[in-house]
């Protein structure tokens, strides 16, 4: 039975990626005890899953480790992953919590040695790579998954595999009768943290994406780039493993689209831009990428990245939303639409296309147990209705990372706020 | 008793002897089947279709369809009024949500009504004649009466534009419906892939443009053949029309051999439910659908 | 008639964006565009053979005051009213109603021109149906071939002979239609007095806006 | 403290027990450790190997652990023993899962091993559980150095939190940029209208709150200390100085529009007609203030059109204006447009733009501006004419590809932000020429131009200059995407469009962030606690003064400024302000400064610990210093992945390499090391390392040691210093067995057996 310590002193963080361990961090660094709680089997959240970031090219597991090691060297921080809040009751200064802790059938024993990986033949989608590739059913999320410890997937229980990762284990590690359970923990402010989601491709039918192979998101592309994705780094197109290297970037997939997502998610355009230099960077001057937006938003002083790429002859842009994904003979898909600029039509052929897809707020697909104002896009909204409950990062809004970790920042001074009034009262 | 019942709204084009004629019989032996009674809206007019825009103006066009609610609520209460005209359909449920939605367009229409001796209390729900069989029927009930389900023949199922957009048929998208297809899948043929489902026939620039129209029609034709379909299949007079009558004139422009029928839905469900030739209006295709009129005869 | 069109250009003096606001169906979605093109390259028959200025195209030039050039285009007589700009646009612009509400704002003030053939059906298809209140296939045929005179309607009819012999063998094509034996509506008088009543109110409507 | 007593841990759990002969690395820590007591366990890391230490800890009173078991960075709930010196000897991700388990690697697998046990002894033996300084001040009251929005958030927000804050503003009233607005872009939904400015609430709530301390008509004469005990100087208005003692320092004083003046192409100083943001928001409060419409300044005639013309001397690449984008233009003229369309629609309103940026939910804003009737054309203004009353605005329509014009009234200039940041402390002083040829590049003389110094805003008293340092374009933001606060100058933040371009609402979210840390900066100095990235480190660093010989290089390394000179000329640490990297550390040619748990000498024993074997062994060994932060992970994972590479290296972790003194090298090759390779991260523009000028300065040093080897005739290939990222798990190994393969080739050291 997990056990944990928590008081009406405590703050609780939901959500366990980039915003939710900052606000975790900063909140413990400055002396107060904080419960991080995390969905998946491991912290991070998305932007692990980033191969690099813009507009300085370097790589999110470096500013993971750092703050890794700043949650290791702080007593202050109970982490519980695979864990999701199912009721909050109470108020401000005094919250009650339930959190459901789905069962890992791993325990604290786990060296992270592999022995039970070894073991077990049965093979899942790998979520890590949004699913580009399988692993298998007993497995360490990435290697810089933390906790760092293995996870055996429910599939596996009660068959000869689950035994067979079992009886690899010499350390008693492998539990295949762990339960689901809930938790209940007392807290005088919450942090919701959650994070977002890449718009539903699918759903914007005229770029035929899951129906052509060779239309993929943003999102999954970062995966292709990453040395540590499925394809090892190479950018190979999913249709027939050719290299794509000629490389459309539909901007605003699904943003700034009263038929999907009314606001503009910020990110992408700076996202597109900086895969613009995979492409580069894999390829060299063979390397041809093609932008099409209808405004290049790069705020401040990433305009100097915009210029840049601009500067640079293998992408061009085109002012334009693509009206229609085709495929040809090849099986490349081919952009229709009109150049604005002037008027021009065209049918262009590439290997690959990419959807800048657009953010929308994860607690838009979940229900937050807890009166909680959000606005119409689903993202949480800054107000005294919320009480002692504050948004952080990309659940309040379409942020950026640099951004969404300000916002972290300040969420955990609110919630201080809160606990040290609950601590003079008590004082 | 019939187990359901509607206002009919046929249309012009699906009048005995207009372009659209087999349209309606099949329409109606279909009906037969399901035990569906129609009951034409006596008197109903011309929905104005949309490229009646520049002569008629807005109001005139309301006017128009405004008569066939009033017509229908008066003789028909409580009936949904169904069409089986793309055309119709649209000219129908645009009038009805301008009207709806606008109080001072609904008084002049009122106004005008009344020249006419006639008034709106509601207006009755309009009603496409797919949406009649999937959403009130649904597909289980479509396919208990099949008799003779048309095993191993291939179709295109042609949506076109309107029966499509702006309205749809709820549940589907703009870009890639698939109810059509479900339909042949329903009395046992095989939709093909067809990467024209939703491509614009040309409509009414048939006439008026005809060079771009016929352009249109020979994509789709194309794909249709790509796909591997013996046959297109299509919901819409106009799409019928237009993708069969001309595939003479194409295929002298581009040289191409074009020969495939081009059918109706309720054709195909006539069939299947084990109607005859002449009850599915095969009679009305000007590219004989021989596969077909066998598959009767048998 | 085009003093008409003087008129108008009388009353907006410069400003065309509110011209087409006030007198063009739908003309106050004109000021949403975000000139992203999806209207233009949705568009079948822009898609397929183009023309001069696509939806978004003639959206702007009637920002800019280019009152000229719209009222000149080809575009707004090219839709086939396919709706794919109307259900893609993501500011919701009904482009195709738009389309249609410049095109007859152009007609109505007697700048379309004469030998649009789009224009021509359009007109001919409304006189058609409103004349028995049902259409007359044939009648309507005719009217379109014979638009440009005797000799042309003959040339195009034999075009379209086996067209028309195909539609007659298969029953679509009544004959008799050309001599007037068609469908009718009983109360072909309510409606004639009903669209008068209804042309009437529109004008007003119109007149009031301005 | 209590007398020392050492102990050894060998774990034989994940195949180490297996793969590695245990009795020989017990021996190794018994004999060459000299541990007073080495336990093997099967599992080190369970409930029962835990309970062992934790037993030898209380009962057995040890004080000095080596556990050479898996990586430092793996099972640290397990080995949390805080109250003694602890070393991890990596023989897991470090040797077995590096080597291939056959009978040809076993022998060098198993020095590998024992070379590790070594050296894990040797480093907790020289190592201390630090203390933590007593003597940092705690003093806990917030200096808010700016009355804007920001400034104003950060003092309410500080407040709320229960601490104190002095808020100094210069001029005579609260609100900044924000009073000078009509209205504001609005903030909540549906997006659609401006709303009041707010500066008026926010004022009323300073006014009334206890622990907000204000001073108008004052700036910061003296900035002097350190955090948790800066005594600062405020002018004010009178002339006198009030003295305040504060605990951290958050600096929001705002930006100014970039000067029209500049701008004459478009019309700006010719007619009273073009104006900047600034001026429409003027003439539209005189306006609502009048109850009359917006006038022409010209003629006061009320104005029937404007053109708004957007980055204007911004996204400049010709270098004569701004480079970059201010971001809040975009919405500011959407808003101002709404100021004529709400008060008369039939005013023409055109907003020219190139790209159009509204961010977020600013698309409603957009969006409602265009349903106002606002008309937006994507064009490129070349000149605007002015004509009498009116003017002609010149631009090429990009969409109907033609070059037109729009006359209008009035013309808006969107010109953008210019930080008021202070002195520039990096620029490069007018130097000598002889020096200017040293200068390092890119720091050509050319560069600096002489323009009038602005003033000093903090007039901190810190060795290496008045202010905050700047990162880019004169804004002083963070180069980190993770850590957007990080800052260069220990407990002072600053906030709000000083630091980057934004508007009024990111402001106040950029402003409560920093007030967080700005209260975590406090709470931290009173402990003696490092700050961000070693957050809670209580060591510091040491200096024997008497070895000191002055020669300023920690102080003028220090990427922090923690450091000053005292009277006497010796360097004076301020523990407070101190990041704990370790650069003054590897700076000092004396090799005086050291820290309790990281020091010239816990590395330098590791070094000495390894067995280097006689010239004909055929047995190079190769010191690797690699950089904990992401050469060291890198290492690690490649270990999980098991990617093997040369078992000749050993590898010391180090806080950056920074902290890399180059006694190690010369020690290492006097030990008879064969080659020395060095990882850090990369450095120039874009920059990863975490103490921002670490590995720079590392390298710099290194780059001299070229000359040592020569003197030691010795290849200066041998020395090799690489860049690495947390991602090279894969290439990392190559990299190493490349650089071994060189080594082979080279005769072996001739100081082995010295």
């Known amino acids: 039975m997990t056990s944990v310590v928590a008081t009406n002193q405590t703050i609780l963080v939901v959500g366990g990626g980039i915003s939710g361990m900052t606000a975790a961090l900063e909140a413990a660094e400055t002396g107060k005890q904080v419960v991080l709680v995390e969905k998946n089997p491991y912290l991070g959240g998305r932007t692990v899953q980033l191969y690099r970031y813009f507009p300085k090219m370097c790589h999110p597991t470096c500013g993971l480790e750092i703050n890794l090691r700043r949650l290791k060297a702080n007593p202050r921080i109970q982490v519980l992953t695979m864990a999701e809040v199912t009721g909050i009751t109470g108020d401000k200064g005094a919250y009650n919590i339930s959190v459901k802790l789905k069962p890992r059938y791993v325990n604290e024993n786990c060296t992270a040695c592999g022995e039970c990986g070894k073991a077990v033949k049965t093979e899942i989608d790998d979520a890590f790579n949004y699913n580009l590739g399988k692993i298998k059913a007993a497995y360490l999320p990435s290697s810089m998954a933390y906790p760092q410890r293995y996870v055996i997937d429910s599939s596996i229980v009660g068959t000869a595999d689950g035994e067979a990762a079992k009886a690899a284990c010499k350390y008693n590690a492998v539990d295949l009768g762990m339960q689901e359970e809930v938790v209940t923990l007392n807290a005088g402010a919450i942090v919701w943290a959650t994070g977002w989601q890449p718009y539903d491709a699918t759903k914007i039918v005229y770029y035929g994406y899951g129906r052509f192979k060779n239309v993929i998101s943003n999102v999954e592309f970062e995966r292709l780039a990453d040395p540590h994705g499925p394809t090892g780094g190479k950018i190979l197109r999913p249709s027939d493993g050719k290299e794509a290297k000629n490389v459309a970037f539909i901007q605003c997939a699904g943003s700034r689209d009263e038929n999907h997502l009314r606001h503009c998610s910020r990110f992408c355009c700076m996202a597109s831009l900086k895969q613009t230099h995979y492409v580069q960077e894999a390829f060299g001057d063979a390397g041809k990428s093609t932008i099409y937006y209808i405004d290049i938003r790069a705020i401040d002083r990433f305009e100097d990245f915009y210029q840049n790429v601009k500067a640079n002859p293998n992408v061009s842009f085109i002012k334009s939303k693509v009206a229609r994904i085709t495929e040809d003979k090849d099986s490349n898909p081919v952009c229709n639409g009109v150049n604005v600029e002037g008027y021009k039509r065209y049918a262009t052929a590439h290997d690959l296309v990419v959807l800048a897809l657009g953010m929308e707020p994860s607690v838009k697909g979940i229900e937050i147990p807890a009166e909680v104002m959000s606005d119409s896009s689903g993202f949480i909204m800054a107000d005294p209705a919320n009480a002692g409950i504050f948004g952080a990062g990309c659940a309040t809004n379409a942020l950026d990372v640099n951004r969404a970790v300000q916002s972290a920042t300040a969420a955990a001074l609110r919630a201080i706020q809160v606990v040290n009034k609950v601590a003079r009262a008590e004082a | 008793m019939a187990r359901k019942e509607y206002a009919f709204y046929p249309g012009c084009s699906s009048q005995k002897?207009?372009?659209?004629?087999?349209?309606?019989?099949?329409?109606?032996?279909?009906?037969?089947?399901?035990?569906?009674?129609?009951?034409?809206?006596?008197?109903?007019?011309?929905?104005?279709?949309?490229?009646?825009?520049?002569?008629?103006?807005?109001?005139?066009?309301?006017?128009?369809?405004?008569?066939?609610?009033?017509?229908?609520?008066?003789?028909?209460?409580?009936?949904?009024?169904?069409?089986?005209?793309?055309?119709?359909?649209?000219?129908?449920?645009?009038?009805?949500?301008?009207?709806?939605?606008?109080?001072?367009?609904?008084?002049?229409?009122?106004?005008?009504?009344?020249?006419?001796?006639?008034?709106?209390?509601?207006?009755?729900?309009?009603?496409?004649?797919?949406?009649?069989?999937?959403?009130?029927?649904?597909?289980?009930?479509?396919?208990?009466?099949?008799?003779?389900?048309?095993?191993?023949?291939?179709?295109?199922?042609?949506?076109?534009?309107?029966?499509?957009?702006?309205?749809?048929?709820?549940?589907?998208?703009?870009?890639?419906?698939?109810?059509?297809?479900?339909?042949?899948?329903?009395?046992?043929?095989?939709?093909?892939?067809?990467?024209?489902?939703?491509?614009?026939?040309?409509?009414?620039?048939?006439?008026?443009?005809?060079?771009?129209?016929?352009?249109?029609?020979?994509?789709?034709?194309?794909?249709?053949?790509?796909?591997?379909?013996?046959?297109?299949?299509?919901?819409?007079?106009?799409?019928?029309?237009?993708?069969?009558?001309?595939?003479?004139?194409?295929?002298?422009?581009?040289?191409?051999?074009?020969?495939?029928?081009?059918?109706?839905?309720?054709?195909?469900?006539?069939?299947?439910?084990?109607?005859?030739?002449?009850?599915?209006?095969?009679?009305?295709?000007?590219?004989?659908?021989?596969?077909?009129?066998?598959?009767?005869?048998? | 008639m085009s003093d008409m069109n003087t008129q108008m250009a009388e009353r907006y003096k410069n400003n065309f964006l509110k011209e087409i606001e006030e007198q063009a169906e739908m003309g106050e979605w004109v000021k949403m565009c975000m000139q992203c093109g999806l209207c233009s390259g949705s568009c079948p028959t822009n898609f397929h053979s183009g023309w001069d200025h696509p939806p978004q195209e003639i959206f702007m030039l009637i920002r800019a005051g280019k009152r000229e050039e719209v009222l000149n285009a080809q575009g707004m007589y090219m839709c086939t009213s396919c709706y794919n700009c109307y259900v893609r646009c993501p500011r919701k612009v009904p482009v195709t109603h738009v389309m249609h509400g410049i095109a007859e704002y152009a007609y109505r003030i007697g700048r379309a021109p004469k030998t649009q053939p789009t224009m021509h059906l359009s007109k001919t298809f409304w006189t058609n149906a409103t004349k028995n209140g049902r259409v007359n296939e044939v009648q309507l045929t005719q009217s379109l071939y014979f638009k440009d005179g005797i000799s042309a309607g003959i040339k195009k009819a034999m075009e379209m002979q086996s067209v028309a012999l195909g539609l007659v063998k298969a029953g679509r094509l009544n004959l008799l239609e050309a001599v007037g034996i068609a469908h009718k509506c009983k109360d072909v008088k309510g409606i004639h007095a009903m669209l008068a009543k209804a042309k009437e109110l529109e004008a007003k409507r119109k007149e009031a806006k301005a | 403290m209590a007398e020392t007593k050492t102990a050894a841990y060998i774990c034989k759990g994940c195949e180490i027990g297996t793969r590695l002969d245990t009795a020989a690395l017990v021996k190794a820590a018994t004999k060459s450790g000299k541990m007073?007591?080495?336990?093997?366990?099967?599992?080190?890391?369970?409930?029962?190997?835990?309970?062992?230490?934790?037993?030898?800890?209380?009962?057995?009173?040890?004080?000095?652990?080596?556990?050479?078991?898996?990586?430092?960075?793996?099972?640290?709930?397990?080995?949390?023993?805080?109250?003694?010196?602890?070393?991890?000897?990596?023989?897991?991700?470090?040797?077995?899962?590096?080597?291939?388990?056959?009978?040809?690697?076993?022998?060098?697998?198993?020095?590998?091993?024992?070379?590790?046990?070594?050296?894990?002894?040797?480093?907790?033996?020289?190592?201390?559980?630090?203390?933590?300084?007593?003597?940092?001040?705690?003093?806990?009251?917030?200096?808010?150095?700016?009355?804007?929005?920001?400034?104003?958030?950060?003092?309410?927000?500080?407040?709320?939190?229960?601490?104190?804050?002095?808020?100094?503003?210069?001029?005579?009233?609260?609100?900044?940029?924000?009073?000078?607005?009509?209205?504001?872009?609005?903030?909540?939904?549906?997006?659609?209208?401006?709303?009041?400015?707010?500066?008026?609430?926010?004022?009323?709530?300073?006014?009334?709150?206890?622990?907000?301390?204000?001073?108008?008509?004052?700036?910061?004469?003296?900035?002097?200390?350190?955090?948790?005990?800066?005594?600062?100087?405020?002018?004010?208005?009178?002339?006198?100085?009030?003295?305040?003692?504060?605990?951290?320092?958050?600096?929001?004083?705002?930006?100014?529009?970039?000067?029209?003046?500049?701008?004459?192409?478009?019309?700006?100083?010719?007619?009273?007609?073009?104006?900047?943001?600034?001026?429409?928001?003027?003439?539209?409060?005189?306006?609502?203030?009048?109850?009359?419409?917006?006038?022409?300044?010209?003629?006061?005639?009320?104005?029937?059109?404007?053109?708004?013309?957007?980055?204007?001397?911004?996204?400049?690449?010709?270098?004569?204006?701004?480079?970059?984008?201010?971001?809040?233009?975009?919405?500011?003229?959407?808003?101002?447009?709404?100021?004529?369309?709400?008060?008369?629609?039939?005013?023409?309103?055109?907003?020219?733009?190139?790209?159009?940026?509204?961010?977020?939910?600013?698309?409603?804003?957009?969006?409602?501006?265009?349903?106002?009737?606002?008309?937006?054309?994507?064009?490129?203004?070349?000149?605007?004419?002015?004509?009498?009353?009116?003017?002609?605005?010149?631009?090429?329509?990009?969409?109907?590809?033609?070059?037109?014009?729009?006359?209008?009234?009035?013309?808006?200039?969107?010109?953008?932000?210019?930080?008021?940041?202070?002195?520039?402390?990096?620029?490069?002083?007018?130097?000598?020429?002889?020096?200017?040829?040293?200068?390092?590049?890119?720091?050509?003389?050319?560069?600096?131009?002489?323009?009038?110094?602005?003033?000093?805003?903090?007039?901190?008293?810190?060795?290496?200059?008045?202010?905050?340092?700047?990162?880019?374009?004169?804004?002083?933001?963070?180069?980190?995407?993770?850590?957007?606060?990080?800052?260069?100058?220990?407990?002072?933040?600053?906030?709000?469009?000083?630091?980057?371009?934004?508007?009024?609402?990111?402001?106040?979210?950029?402003?409560?962030?920093?007030?967080?840390?700005?209260?975590?900066?406090?709470?931290?100095?009173?402990?003696?606690?490092?700050?961000?990235?070693?957050?809670?480190?209580?060591?510091?660093?040491?200096?024997?003064?008497?070895?000191?010989?002055?020669?300023?290089?920690?102080?003028?390394?220090?990427?922090?400024?923690?450091?000053?000179?005292?009277?006497?000329?010796?360097?004076?640490?301020?523990?407070?302000?101190?990041?704990?990297?370790?650069?003054?550390?590897?700076?000092?040619?004396?090799?005086?400064?050291?820290?309790?748990?990281?020091?010239?000498?816990?590395?330098?024993?590791?070094?000495?610990?390894?067995?280097?074997?006689?010239?004909?062994?055929?047995?190079?060994?190769?010191?690797?210093?690699?950089?904990?932060?992401?050469?060291?992970?890198?290492?690690?994972?490649?270990?999980?992945?098991?990617?093997?590479?040369?078992?000749?290296?050993?590898?010391?972790?180090?806080?950056?390499?920074?902290?890399?003194?180059?006694?190690?090298?010369?020690?290492?090759?006097?030990?008879?090391?064969?080659?020395?390779?060095?990882?850090?991260?990369?450095?120039?523009?874009?920059?990863?390392?975490?103490?921002?000028?670490?590995?720079?300065?590392?390298?710099?040093?290194?780059?001299?040691?070229?000359?040592?080897?020569?003197?030691?005739?010795?290849?200066?290939?041998?020395?090799?210093?690489?860049?690495v990222a947390i991602t090279d798990m894969a290439t990392l190994p190559q990299k190493i067995n490349e650089y071994a393969a060189l080594i082979k080739s080279f005769p072996p050291s001739p100081f082995k057996g010295f």
């Open chain 4, 36 to 723: 007073n007591l080495v336990r093997e366990h099967d599992f080190l890391c369970s409930a029962d190997g835990v309970a062992m230490i934790k037993n030898d800890i209380e009962n057995e009173g040890v004080t000095h652990a080596a556990l050479c078991a898996c990586s430092r960075r793996a099972k640290t709930e397990a080995f949390n023993f805080p109250t003694i010196a602890m070393s991890r000897g990596n023989l897991r991700e470090g040797v077995i899962w590096i080597r291939p388990d056959t009978d040809e690697a076993r022998e060098t697998t198993q020095e590998m091993a024992e070379d590790y046990v070594r050296m894990a002894c040797a480093e907790v033996k020289a190592m201390t559980v630090p203390p933590g300084n007593q003597k940092t001040g705690a003093v806990k009251t917030l200096l808010v150095v700016g009355g804007g929005m920001s400034g104003m958030t950060s003092a309410l927000e500080a407040s709320k939190a229960g601490y104190k804050v002095v808020l100094v503003e210069k001029s005579s009233a609260l609100g900044g940029w924000a009073a000078k607005l009509y209205k504001r872009v609005p903030t909540r939904e549906p997006f659609k209208a401006p709303e009041d400015n707010g500066v008026a609430d926010m004022a009323a709530r300073i006014e009334a709150d206890s622990n907000i301390k204000v001073y108008l008509n004052a700036t910061i004469a003296k900035t002097d200390g350190a955090p948790g005990r800066f005594k600062v100087e405020i002018a004010v208005e009178s002339g006198a100085i009030a003295q305040e003692d504060i605990g951290s320092i958050i600096q929001a004083t705002g930006f100014t529009l970039y000067d029209a003046n500049k701008l004459p192409e478009f019309g700006y100083g010719k007619s009273a007609n073009v104006v900047d943001q600034a001026g429409l928001e003027a003439l539209a409060k005189t306006a609502a203030a009048a109850g009359k419409p917006i006038c022409r300044p010209s003629d006061g005639q009320p104005v029937k059109s404007v053109v708004f013309i957007q980055c204007a001397g911004q996204r400049d690449n010709s270098g004569k204006h701004l480079p970059y984008c201010s971001g809040f233009c975009c919405n500011t003229s959407i808003k101002q447009a709404t100021y004529f369309k709400d008060s008369n629609p039939d005013i023409d309103t055109v907003v020219l733009f190139t790209d159009l940026r509204t961010p977020g939910n600013g698309e409603d804003f957009y969006r409602s501006a265009q349903n106002r009737g606002v008309v937006f054309s994507k064009g490129v203004v070349s000149q605007v004419v002015p004509n009498g009353n009116s003017c002609t605005v010149k631009f090429k329509d990009l969409i109907l590809n033609e070059d037109t014009e729009a006359h209008a009234d009035l013309v808006v200039l969107a010109t953008g932000m210019v930080p008021v940041s202070g002195v520039n402390i990096d620029a490069p002083v007018v130097a000598a020429p002889v020096e200017a040829e040293t200068a390092v590049e890119g720091e050509a003389p050319k560069e600096v131009v002489a323009t009038i110094a602005p003033e000093s805003i903090l007039n901190l008293t810190y060795r290496q200059g008045p202010d905050m340092p700047q990162f880019k374009h004169g804004f002083t933001d963070s180069h980190f995407i993770c850590f957007p606060y990080e800052t260069r100058r220990t407990g002072i933040y600053t906030a709000g469009p000083v630091r980057r371009p934004m508007d009024i609402m990111q402001a106040q979210e950029d402003a409560t962030g920093a007030a967080m840390k700005a209260i975590q900066a406090m709470e931290n100095a009173g402990l003696g606690k490092a700050a961000h990235p070693r957050a809670g480190d209580l060591s510091f660093p040491t200096v024997r003064l008497e070895g000191c010989t002055q020669c300023k290089r920690c102080t003028v390394e220090c990427p922090f400024g923690a450091i000053d000179e005292d009277e006497k000329r010796f360097p004076l640490f301020n523990e407070s302000r101190c990041r704990r990297c370790g650069t003054c550390m590897g700076a000092c040619p004396v090799r005086v400064i050291s820290f309790e748990n990281y020091s010239v000498n816990t590395v330098g024993a590791q070094i000495k610990a390894v067995d280097v074997p006689d010239e004909f062994s055929e047995k190079p060994r190769i010191l690797i210093l690699a950089c904990e932060n992401d050469a060291y992970p890198a290492l690690d994972m490649a270990g999980m992945n098991r990617h093997a590479y040369d078992p000749y290296v050993r590898v010391i972790p180090v806080r950056c390499l920074g902290s890399v003194n180059t006694i190690w090298i010369t020690d290492a090759l006097n030990g008879g090391y064969d080659g020395v390779m060095l990882m850090g991260c990369k450095h120039g523009e874009d920059y990863q390392c975490h103490f921002v000028k670490g590995s720079e300065l590392g390298r710099y040093r290194l780059s001299k040691v070229g000359d040592t080897l020569k003197g030691m005739n010795l290849e200066t290939d041998r020395v090799k210093d690489i860049e």
């Open chain 2, 17 to 298: 002897g207009a372009s659209a004629s087999n349209y309606l019989v099949s329409v109606e032996s279909m009906c037969k089947t399901l035990d569906i009674k129609m009951t034409e809206i006596p008197d109903w007019n011309c929905c104005g279709a949309s490229v009646s825009y520049a002569e008629s103006g807005e109001l005139p066009r309301i006017a128009m369809n405004a008569r066939n609610f009033a017509l229908a609520e008066t003789n028909l209460p409580g009936q949904d009024i169904v069409a089986t005209c793309a055309a119709c359909w649209l000219g129908s449920r645009e009038s009805k949500e301008r009207l709806e939605h606008n109080s001072g367009l609904m008084a002049d229409t009122q106004t005008a009504l009344k020249e006419a001796g006639l008034q709106i209390k509601v207006i009755p729900e309009i009603k496409h004649m797919v949406e009649v069989l999937i959403e009130d029927l649904g597909y289980d009930e479509l396919k208990k009466p099949v008799k003779k389900p048309l095993q191993g023949m291939k179709f295109a199922g042609y949506v076109g534009c309107q029966t499509n957009r702006p309205f749809g048929i709820s549940g589907e998208s703009f870009e890639n419906p698939m109810y059509l297809d479900r339909l042949i899948e329903t009395v046992g043929g095989e939709a093909v892939k067809f990467d024209q489902k939703v491509t614009c026939c040309g409509g009414a620039l048939a006439f008026s443009e005809p060079e771009k129209a016929q352009g249109q029609i020979k994509d789709i034709i194309e794909a249709a053949y790509d796909g591997g379909a013996e046959m297109i299949v299509t919901p819409c007079p106009l799409c019928q029309a237009n993708v069969e009558v001309y595939q003479g004139q194409i295929n002298k422009k581009y040289g191409t051999k074009f020969d495939i029928p081009v059918l109706y839905y309720s054709q195909l469900m006539t069939l299947a439910y084990g109607g005859s030739a002449k009850e599915a209006g095969l009679n009305g295709n000007v590219v004989r659908a021989r596969k077909l009129e066998e598959f009767a005869g048998k």
